[in-house]
Nanobody
Framework: QVQLVESGGGLVQPGGSLMLSCTAS????????MSWYRQAPGKERELVAG????????NYADSVKGRFTISRDNAKNTVYLQMNSLKPEDTAVYYC???????????WGQGTQVTVSS
């Protein structure tokens, strides 16, 4: 069974940093476009950042541009989200997502909680 497992969430003070990791198993990670989404209480899930299969192109939500960086290591089957200058409004459950349109596969992780609070 294909699987994505996130880690790295936690409690951080405003202005602090966290790095999320998402490790894939049982699928060809390097052929998937990978993304990070988040969902705050009472809000819809939103796209935070995405990265192409070879890591050559990235995109970000306007709310995180200049603060968050998505990257991937295909040799380690892992995608990362470096989050700097965190704000209380970044508080949410963060989900890792992998898509392969050719294979018609859409895989989600279980989510990791990020809380930004003093």
């Amino acid at each position: 069974q294909v699987q994505l497992v996130e880690s790295g969430g936690g409690l951080v003070q405003p202005g602090g940093s966290l790095m999320l990791s998402c490790t894939a198993s049982r699928f060809t990670f390097s052929s998937y476009v990978m993304s990070w989404y988040r969902q705050a209480p009472g809000k819809e899930r939103e796209l935070v950042a995405g990265i192409t299969s070879n890591g050559g192109s990235t995109n970000y939500a306007d709310s995180v541009k200049g603060r968050f960086t998505i990257s991937r290591d295909n040799a380690k089957n892992t995608v990362y989200l470096q989050m700097n200058s965190l704000k209380p409004e970044d508080t949410a459950v963060y989900y890792c997502n992998g898509v392969n349109n050719y294979l018609r596969r859409n895989v989600w992780g279980q989510g990791t909680q990020v809380t930004v609070s003093s």
